[in-house]
T-cell receptor, first 112, second 115 residues
Framework: KQEVTQIPAALSVPEGENLVLNCSFTDSAIYNLQWFRQDPGKGLTSLLLIQSSQREQTSGRLNASLDKSSGRSTLYIAASQPGDSATYLCAVTQGGSEKLVFGKGTKLTVNP | DAEITQSPRHKITETGRQVTLACHQTWNHNNMFWYRQDLGHGLRLIHYSYGVQDTNKGEVSDGYSVSRSNTEDLPLTLESAASSQTSVYFC??????????????FGPGTRLTVL
């Protein structure tokens, strides 16, 4: 059974700092990995999708990498801002299924 | 703009009542999903559908049912609501293109309280 782990569960940084959020998964036979952002009381906003054949994806100040063989992904946020404060979730899909398996998230606080 | 909506956004009901949560998407996506989000458990899949008349059980399907009569809608029914079903429910959709699994888009959620 696929398990997705995100460490740390919470992270607090000063504004302007570059930071890395980690995601690991137990079964490397994934089709893709998706990073989401969730603000308190809100739905999930898709940030980046990495297909299993890709190594990384970039969107603005965000860069996500994928190492399937080691079962790891990282989300790099450059020059963090208070508006980046949210919970970040990663999720994977297995081959043969489009079901997402989620980690429990990392709650990020960026202090002004 | 295409979107995915859920209604109601908040619902309080009593144990034993039947409850239906609505999900409507205008993306024209084939795939639709229902998840629940609970503290300590994260998001877990309840049911999903790959197209009209197709429905499948997810990880936590007991006590829930869905039906897919058209592309746009996947209502989630709690047959007899239980306090353990108090949760936030999210609907999502995605489009399949051959062997490429595309990103899932999520609705704003429904907060359900069962008293």
């Amino acid at each position: 059974k696929q398990e997705v782990t995100q460490i740390p569960a919470a992270l607090s940084v000063p504004e302007g700092e570059n930071l890395v959020l980690n995601c690991s998964f137990t079964d490397s036979a994934i089709y893709n990995l998706q990073w989401f952002r969730q603000d308190p009381g809100k739905g999930l906003t898709s940030l980046l999708l990495i297909q299993s054949s890709q190594r990384e994806q970039t969107s603005g100040r965000l860069n996500a990498s994928l190492d399937k063989s080691s079962g790891r992904s990282t989300l790099y946020i450059a020059a963090s801002q208070p508006g980046d404060s949210a919970t970040y979730l990663c999720a994977v899909t297995q081959g043969g299924s489009e079901k997402l398996v989620f980690g429990k998230g990392t709650k990020l606080t960026v202090n002004p | 703009d295409a979107e995915i909506t859920q209604s109601p956004r908040h619902k309080i009901t009593e144990t034993g009542r039947q409850v239906t949560l609505a999900c409507h998407q205008t993306w024209n996506h084939n795939n639709m999903f229902w998840y629940r989000q609970d503290l300590g458990h994260g998001l877990r899949l309840i049911h999903y559908s790959y197209g009209v008349q197709d429905t499948n059980k997810g990880e936590v399907s007991d006590g829930y049912s869905v039906s897919r009569s058209n592309t746009e809608d996947l209502p989630l029914t709690l047959e007899s609501a239980a306090s353990s079903q108090t949760s936030v429910y999210f609907c999502a959709s995605s489009e399949s293109t051959g062997t490429i699994y595309n990103e899932q888009f999520f609705g704003p959620g429904t907060r359900l309280t069962v008293l």
